[in-house]
């Protein structure tokens, strides 16, 4: 695809979104699909920028309520299209993960598409979905005996589940990493809440959770 059609469909793709159009998005997507390339650019420079612009206008008090579930929704028609022709990542090392967002929070576009990554990614992915109880991430955990846990929170108020279900697992299993992520979260709180890491985005995500795997690797063997 030449760079003018690249310019036009991400523009059409984040457009969509701010003003849900869901055929728009629909139409978009289903072109660049068309084009056979990576669907990654038109996933993060289209829909999630976007999103992006829809946040803005919600502080602005330009956008309500509504508008953001509309634009979700528009924004989930074009991910359904885009996420099965996202490239394979090799990543040489597969990990098991638990992931949702914590209770009382029911965002999920953040924590769907970090999912996606892990999934393109090999790994094996346990998704508890959204408004998930604190005590699940536990359950599941102790269940499928999974390297890592991944809490979700979009919200000032609900992130504050997450040392709580910080501590519960540690307290059954110090050596299982937990990473957290969303919005309000940033390293110092992070280190606060005593999870094991946060990434700003689904890349850094991956990358965080590849290298717990690695040093999760290294302590079995050192051990
Ligand atoms: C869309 C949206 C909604 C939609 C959600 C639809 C859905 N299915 O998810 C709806 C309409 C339901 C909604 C509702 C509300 N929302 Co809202 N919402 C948003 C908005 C505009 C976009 C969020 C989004 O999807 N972004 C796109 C994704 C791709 O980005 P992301 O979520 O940040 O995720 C990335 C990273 O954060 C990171 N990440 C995310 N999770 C994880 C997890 C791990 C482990 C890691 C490592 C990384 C990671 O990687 C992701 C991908 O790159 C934000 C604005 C914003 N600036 O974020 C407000 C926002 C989050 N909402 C807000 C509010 C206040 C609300 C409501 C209370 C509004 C109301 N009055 O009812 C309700 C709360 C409902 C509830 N109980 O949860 C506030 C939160 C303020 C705060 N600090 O607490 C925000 C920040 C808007 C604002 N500026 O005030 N919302």
Redesign the pocket.
């Known amino acids: 695809m030449d760079a003018a059609k690249k310019e036009e469909l991400l523009k059409r793709l984040s457009q969509g979104v701010v003003e849900f159009e869901d055929d728009e998005v629909k139409e978009a997507a289903e072109e660049w699909v068309a084009t056979g390339e990576d669907t990654y650019d038109a996933i993060f420079d289209g829909l ?1 920028t976007g ?2 612009e ?2 803005r206008l ?2 602005a008090q330009e956008y309500f ?1 509504p508008e ?2 509309m ?2 929704d528009s924004l989930y028609i074009g991910l359904d299209i885009l996420k099965p022709h996202m490239k394979q990542r090799d990543t040489n090392v597969k990990g098991t993960v638990v ?1 949702g967002t914590v209770q ?8 769907n ?2 999912k996606m990554m892990f999934d393109v990614a090999g790994f094996d992915v346990y998704d508890l979905g959204r408004d998930v109880p604190l005590e699940d991430f536990l359950k599941k955990q102790l269940e499928t005996k999974s390297d890592i846990v ?3 929170a ?5 992130m504050m589940g997450m040392p709580k279900v910080i501590e519960m697992i540690k307290e059954k299993n110090p050596n299982c990493k937990i ?6 979260i940033t390293d110092d709180v992070a280190g606060k809440f005593g999870a094991d890491g ?5 890349s850094n ?1 991956l990358e ?1 959770a590849v290298k717990m795997v690695v040093a999760l690797k290294d302590l079995q063997k050192n051990s």
């Open positions: 999630v999103m992006e829809v946040g919600f502080s309520v953001m579930l634009a979700a992931i009382g929070d029911v965002h999920d576009i953040g924590k598409i970090v991944c809490l979700s979009m919200m000032t108020t609900t990473l957290i992520g969303g919005a309000p946060t990434a700003k985005d689904a995500a965080e």
